[in-house]
């Protein structure tokens, strides 16, 4: 600096007050100027300059000239115009400047002093406010921005405020501390680094309101997301108090979270340090140090940390020290706002599935990572930044019944229907909750058909994954899927859950479908009933109830196995666990359920084997009392077609039968062509015997079903009946009487005149004897004393007889 100045003949007026102890009294000493420069220095009112050997070691001094003489000292004070210079080459590398102004109350001009430009430079503001008043000190030009004590600013402008010789804080320019305001006396001090121009910006100051802080900090966030720390004051005073106001832009969500902090050790515990936090038009928001802070709050805010009275002196390590941090975002908001009903006895669980997702849920202003809600309560959900892919729902519902008359015997649909259309989240999982009364049993089916048992090694090819457990004792009965074999499921249990996870659930109607009907039921017998009716394409698995863990002790599980009429089955055993019992052992039975025949019954430590059932059938199983071990079974149904082993056997019968039909009919037809030829005479047969004239046999009955004894073509009564008249003369009267008859008989056909009725034959005759008689009857009638009143055409040549008989009676 000397050798920039040494052409240049500097005087320097100045005054120097020696009230002011600046030097020890062996370190003033009297020196020529020799060749030195001199600096004109100007001091305005209300302003000191100090300049101070930052080394204790050296030789340079700085010179006052006071006439002709200079005085030469390791530091100087200045309140005037003066004129000095230095007796070293580099005074910058060992002086530093302090610019001191008193009584601030106005706007503060920063001044640069360009003789101590290359000097590192201190500028000092004295705040004193009135009584009863506050100083703000506006930054709105510079903006400051808050750094540990031990910091540095990139354009090595650095700010430092103490208030009432306690710093509260030291700042960089270009920050969101918009105000700061002091109520007590304070100084505001900016150093500036040799070599770099003094920022002129102007910061404003003005009168306020008493206010009972020890500062008060005005913060601004930008409209951009941004990160910033703040600090409590150093030796932080007892019962003191520190309040920043945070403004934040609209649509931007502030957390706050702390980075470290210390807290002394108070007179009163339950006074300990807290962070307090309010909102406009919400009350109060208190939090302790170790716990989480408030996290995607909206609008503005203050917060304020107050110190405890001490229990007495506290280590500097002790003090009240907090660093904390505020971040501003812009998010998108969701809000969802209403009331579960009451009377269904629901719960929904919002989770968001990455904690580390930037995805925020709020439930009444808390941030959670899991939101419950539950039916009967009010609710205020907000969602941030949540895309529907990162939450996912959970829904509880409990669906109960406690006395029988409330139960209707009619299967009900479990489904639900989402209301809340505006909660955020993917529907993962809905579980209900089935409270059956007591000693009854719940009888599940699927509207779509049936269901299909799926081992937990084993993927369900389905969207719904359907797991059945028991609700006291926790213990899973089995998961099932759609599309399967199983039609029933009954369980002796009044409490059962049933869940329902959706593996790709991107439509919420799908809720609305019924995914399981249920009924309450009397007790059953068995603890679990299924019933199965298996497939043609796929082989059917069963498994014992929560497999692969054992049944519980004296539990009961049967299968009832439906097959068409025209399959078998093939039942495998793949896996089957037997455990130790003390008494009764483990009974695995298949039984038929049409005949009633056991296939099967399992003995103690016998190898069980695979069964072919001709029919449907139960499958039982039993544990024992009191078993070591677990006994668990998975079985294999197969069906196969049982028709192809009897297709050689019906078509060997119909073939016999076609054979048998074929020659029948040979045979009827070479029998009617003959009757057609030789028409039949009917043969009187006195002796009253069965068999017919000629080597003809036994009539058959079909012979006898298809001829009518009582039926006939032409009878010629002479060749019959002759033997029976006396003379000559009574044999031409009769000839002439049937001679014209004989015209109406040639005439009469089966086909011109209705048949007779056909008689009972009774018990002990047939219908050969029963025609023998009949004819007897007739012929002899008149002997005995009877006689006929048929007016068929059958009995009018019987009547002319009648007359014959009336002659040749002894009246």
Known sequence: MLKSHANLAVHVLFTLFWDFPVVSPGAHSLCIISGSAEL???????????????????????????????????????????????????????FTVQIIRDNVM??????????????????????????????????????????????????????????????????????????????????????????????????????????????NFHVVLPERSSTQDFFTPVAFPENAETVWYFTVPQAYYTDVRILSYTVPACLQPENIPTMKYTWQGKEPLVKLMNVSQPSVEPGNFNLSIKNCRLSGPQPPSQDLMVRFQISAIKRSKGQCEGDLPEK??????????????????????????????????HFVLNSFDCNKDEVELTVNQTIECKEWRDCASTPFPLTFIYEQQCIPGVLKTIIWHLHGPQNSAVE?????????????????????????????????????????????????????????????????????????TYSFTQAI?????????????????????????????????????????????????????QPKCKEVHTNIAVQTIRSQTTLYSTK????????????????????????????????????????????GIILSIVGVVLVIVTAVGICFFLRKKKRNKAPPVSVYNPSEHAFLPGLHGIPKAQEEEEEDPHTYVYIDETLIYSH???????????????????????????????????????????LVTKSSALIDNELYGCAQGQSTTSDSPKRRGAMKQDRVCEGNSPD
């Open 724 to 766: 029976l008249l006396k003379d000559d003369d009574e044999k031409e009267e009769y000839e002439e009487a049937t001679a014209d008859e004989s015209d109406l008989k040639l005439d009469y056909s089966p086909l011109n005149n209705p048949a007779l009725a056909e008689r009972p034959v009774r018990e002990g005759e047939n």
């Open 444 to 516: 599940l089916q699927s509207p779509a058909g049936s269901l299909r048992y799926c081992p937990p090694e084993d993927k369900c090819n389905s969207i719904i994954l359907l797991n059945v457990a028991h609700v006291n004792s926790s213990i899973t009965l089995g998961q099932y899927c759609p599309m399967g074999t199983i039609q029933k499921i009954q369980i002796r249990e009044s409490k059962i859950a049933i869940t329902a996870s959706v593996t790709s659930f991107n439509d919420r109607n799908l809720a609305t479908k019924p995914f399981l």
């Open 106 to 215: 106005y706007n503060i001009e920063p001044k640069e002093h360009n003789a101590f430009q290359k000097f590192n430079r201190t500028f000092i503001w004295n705040l004193k406010p009135p009584d009863k008043k506050t100083l703000h000190l506006n930054f709105s030009s510079t903006g400051l921005q808050q750094i540990q004590p031990t910091d540095s600013c990139p354009d090595k402008h650095v700010y430092m405020l103490a208030v009432d010789n306690i710093s509260v804080g030291r700042f960089c320019q270009n920050g969101t501390i918009r105000q700061v305001d002091v109520c007590n006396v304070g100084k505001l001090s900016l150093e500036v680094s040799g070599g770099r121009a003094l920022d002129e910006k102007v910061i404003g100051v003005s009168l306020g309101p008493l206010i009972n802080s020890l500062a």
């Open 525 to 577: 017998s068995e603890h679990y009933i299924f019933t199965v009716a298996p497939k043609m394409d796929n082989p059917t698995v069963l498994a014992t109830p929560a497999w692969p863990s054992g049944m519980k002790a004296s539990s009961t599980v049967s299968w009832i196995v439906n097959l068409e009429p025209q399959f078998k089955s093939n039942v495998k055993f793949r896996n089957v666990s």
């Open 40 to 94: 004109r220095i100007a001091v305005e009112p209300d302003t000191t300059i100090l300049i101070n050997s930052a080394h204790t070691n050296t030789q340079c001094t700085v010179c006052i000239r006071q006439d002709t003489q200079q005085l030469c000292q390791s530091s100087a004070v200045l309140r005037s115009d003066t004129r000095l210079d230095f007796n070293c080459s580099q005074p910058e590398n060992v």
């Open 604 to 647: 103690r430590d016998e190898k069980i084997k695979d069964l072919l059932v001709p029919e449907s059938f139960y499958l039982n199983m039993t544990n024992c009392k009191s078993p070591t071990g677990a006994f668990r079974a998975m079985m294999e149904v197969t069906l196969q077609n049982s028709t192809n082993e009897l297709l």
């Open 344 to 377: 269904q006895v629901l719960q929904i669980r919002v989770n968001k599935k990455d904690p580390k997702s930037t995805c925020v849920l709020k439930l009444d202003s808390v941030m959670m990572d899991t939101i419950t809600i539950a039916s009967g309560n």
